[in-house]
């Protein structure tokens, strides 16, 4: 065959030709001929990766290929694909009962973000009050204490277990709580503790209200009596372990199994295997933390409709701590080793 035009048509208009001819064939068939030539593949649009290949695409609409994509599931102030979140992780900054620290949540522990007091509360005016100066507010039972934050207005309540696990969690995986400087080397402080003086304490109340962790204790680092802990946002709180002993909002039947606490009859290391059912997910240390580590003890739940108190006083020793459970009292009790602080 000779090479180059014949009959004056080049090759590329013979290829064209041969393409039309096709397609006659195709329509000819029954098949659309516009599909064929202006039509290319069309491709989907998936939730299983953020790839998007090039190509031709049906219409649609994002959250139609991923039901995920919906105002209920983004935070609110994010607006993702045209969608404005919805989602408050935290309520509104508290305006009344002094100094709050915005706690991040725990999803493993069903909590969200959260506000509670950084000092254990003061009395000023019948008002739960988290401020660095005076004592805390002490000899009140359950009962008023979660009269008192509620009182505070709509959300506000007394710190709930799932809360007080967070705040300890979180304690016990930022390197900065621990003596040894690395999450599990040497032991958490464990604040005011050893009796010495035999009394509560107010917290530092100079200009920089986080420069003395130690006020009113008499000792200095390296000394594990250091008052404040670090959370994950950096910011301090005070007395979570040790000064007074703190009410939570919750009540205990006792058992064993989901749904009950032990009752061993005194404290107990949480290496306990009673509590490695139930308890320690509930209250204890994520790691095999005992009180070697100044995690605080166990005591258990004596009695149904007993109340929970942890952190531990200034007379607790090595039973104090931020896991610190004790569950021997019923709502009506009080002591003057007993506290409280609020949450929202």
């Known amino acids: 065959m000779p090479s180059g035009p014949i009959g004056g048509w080049s090759m590329k208009q013979y290829g064209f030709l041969a393409l039309f001819?096709?397609?006659?064939?195709?329509?000819?068939?029954?098949?659309?001929?516009?599909?064929?030539?202006?039509?290319?593949?069309?491709?989907?649009?998936?939730?299983?990766?953020?790839?998007?290949?090039?190509?031709?695409?049906?219409?649609?609409?994002?959250?139609?290929?991923?039901?995920?994509?919906?105002?209920g599931n983004i935070k609110s102030g994010v607006t993702i694909f045209g969608k404005a979140g919805t989602v408050e992780t935290a309520p509104p900054a508290p305006s009344v009962g002094g100094a709050w620290l915005l706690v991040p949540g725990d999803s493993a522990l069903g909590t969200r973000d959260f506000w509670v007091q950084k000092y254990e509360a003061k009395n000023v005016s019948s008002v739960p009050t988290s401020e660095p100066a005076g004592t805390p507010w002490v000899s009140i039972t359950q009962i008023e204490a979660k009269?008192?934050?509620?009182?505070?207005?709509?959300?506000?309540?007394?710190l709930t277990m799932p809360e007080a696990l967070t705040i300890s969690r979180n304690i016990e995986n930022n390197a900065w709580n621990w003596t040894g400087g690395s999450v599990g080397s040497g032991g958490l402080w464990r604040g005011?503790?050893?009796?010495?003086?035999?009394?509560?304490?107010?917290?530092?109340?100079?200009?920089?209200p986080d420069d003395d962790p130690y006020v009113g204790t008499g000792n200095?680092?390296?000394?594990?009596?250091?008052?404040?802990?670090?959370?994950?946002?950096?910011?301090?709180?005070?007395?979570?372990?040790?000064?007074?002993?703190?009410?939570?909002?919750?009540?205990?039947?006792?058992?064993?199994?989901?749904?009950?606490?032990?009752?061993?009859?005194?404290?107990?290391?949480w290496s306990d295997g009673n509590l490695s059912d139930y308890e320690k997910v509930?209250?204890?240390?994520?790691?095999?933390?005992?009180?070697?580590?100044?995690?605080?003890?166990?005591?258990g739940c004596p009695a149904t409709g007993n109340a929970v108190l942890q952190s531990g006083s200034w007379s607790g020793t090595v039973y104090a701590g931020v896991f610190n459970f004790s569950a021997n009292d019923n709502p009506s009790a009080w002591d003057i080793r007993i506290g409280f602080r609020c949450a929202r």
């Open 21 to 71: 001819m096709v397609l006659l064939a195709g329509s000819a068939a029954g098949a659309d001929v516009s599909t064929r030539v202006f039509m290319p593949a069309r491709r989907a649009l998936t939730p299983v990766n953020d790839t998007v290949s090039a190509g031709y695409y049906s219409t649609t609409t994002l959250s139609a290929v991923d039901a995920d994509l919906a105002v």
């Open 192 to 208: 005011h503790t050893d009796n010495s003086p035999a009394n509560s304490l107010a917290a530092d109340v100079t200009g920089d």
């Open 147 to 158: 009269l008192r934050c509620e009182a505070l207005g709509p959300g506000y309540h007394l």
């Open 282 to 299: 509930r209250a204890g240390p994520a790691g095999a933390y005992t009180s070697t580590h100044n995690a605080g003890r166990y005591f």
């Open 220 to 269: 200095t680092t390296p000394s594990i009596e250091r008052r404040v802990h670090q959370l994950s946002s950096g910011q301090y709180l005070w007395d979570r372990s040790g000064n007074v002993k703190e009410w939570t909002d919750m009540t205990c039947t006792p058992g064993t199994g989901a749904g009950y606490w032990y009752d061993p009859g005194s404290f107990i290391e």
